[in-house]
């Protein structure tokens, strides 16, 4: 993990305001999905990308029942049923 070297304070309504340098160097534009993660006592932070809910891959989606499948895990459950 990489330092960014910046200090924010979260606010009382439990906002926390990321800086445009960091928005314009990570592509975020307003209103853009971040998605967040916690890894022990951090708390990280990464732009929505949707993702199978199997392999996780990004990679040639299709939404089935609200979730999204890539079509590799699709071939392999078709298998399974055969």
């Not at 932070?45 to 089935?64: G, M, V």
Request: charged share 30%; with cysteine.
């Amino acid at each position: 993990m990489k330092s960014t070297g910046i200090v924010r304070s979260i606010d009382n309504m439990g906002r926390l305001v990321l800086p445009i340098e960091l928005r314009k160097t990570l592509h975020l534009g307003e209103k853009e999905a971040v998605e967040i993660f916690t890894e022990g006592n951090d708390i990280i932070l990464r732009k929505f990308s949707p993702r199978c809910t199997f392999c996780h891959s990004t990679e040639n989606l299709i939404p089935y029942r609200g979730q999204n499948v890539c079509k590799e895990c699709v071939r392999k459950l078709e298998l399974l049923s055969e």
